[in-house]
């Protein structure tokens, strides 16, 4: 089915571990987006990208880590995790329209 | 830099009552608006936008939502809750169309609907 999802959708780490985040979507969107939802805070932004090999800093970029060798990917990866980056990350795409959300990561660092 | 403020974390309103949310936005431009609906354990889904053209904007679910530029407001109502309506509401502001709608998201309304 076209959409875009991640995986995985609940992930447990300890600190210190490298932990990688992947997003998937079929529409060949050009732009991708990382954010993260925390309790009052919203959604932030740390990454996004405008085509492949094009990636800039959101918000929030610290500790985090994008690649975009292909349009239809965008993993997000945490260097050396940390429990401050405990949180719910969605990743979306947007072709200069509305954006378009996967259903999100779960992540919580021990 | 864009910002979006969101007034009240949490809103509890009667099946049948009117929904009103509010969200207060800075931009230096013109801003593009948009109001996102997230139910548990999902992610974020449109449920209306303004970029040009007519002030008041419907979406979908029988909600709408004006754009007030003198009081930099856009929000968000339906005129009778359903018990569906329960769900987290975010306003959102992109100030940059290159950027392919990069957004700036306020903190969020959690909305109670009481039977």
């Known amino acids: 089915d076209a959409g875009i999802t991640q995986s995985p959708r609940y992930k447990i780490t300890e600190t210190g571990r490298q932990v990688t985040l992947m997003c998937h979507q079929t529409?060949?969107?050009?732009?991708m987006f990382w954010y993260r939802q925390d309790l009052g805070h919203g959604l932030r932004l740390i990454y996004y990208?405008?085509?492949?090999?094009?990636?800039d800093k959101g918000e929030v970029p610290d500790g985090y880590v994008v690649s975009r060798s292909k349009t239809e990917n965008f993993p997000l990866t945490l260097e050396s995790a940390t429990r401050s980056q405990t949180s719910v990350y969605f990743c979306?795409?947007?072709?200069?329209?509305?954006?378009?959300f996967g259903n999100g990561t779960r992540l919580t660092v021990t | 830099a864009q910002s979006v403020t969101q007034l009240g974390s949490h809103v509890s309103v009667s099946e049948g009552a009117l929904v009103l949310l509010r969200c207060n936005y800075s931009?230096?431009?013109?801003?593009?608006l948009f109001w996102y609906v997230q139910y548990p354990n999902q992610g974020l889904q449109l449920l209306l936008k303004?970029?040009?053209?007519?002030?008041l904007v419907k979406g979908i679910n029988g909600f709408e939502a004006e754009f007030k530029k003198s009081e930099t407001s856009f929000h968000l109502t339906k005129p009778s809750a359903h018990m569906s309506d329960a769900a987290e509401y975010f306003c959102?502001?992109?100030?940059?169309?290159?950027?392919?709608?990069?957004?700036?998201f306020g903190g969020g309304t959690r909305v109670l609907v009481k039977p």
């Open positions: 979306a795409s947007s072709a200069n329209s509305p954006l378009h």
């Open positions: 529409w060949s969107h050009s732009y």
């Open positions: 931009s230096s431009v013109p801003p593009y």
């Open positions: 959102a502001v992109s100030e940059v169309k290159a950027a392919g709608n990069k957004l700036t």
């Open positions: 990208s405008a085509a492949a090999d094009i990636t």
């Open positions: 303004y970029t040009t053209g007519a002030t």
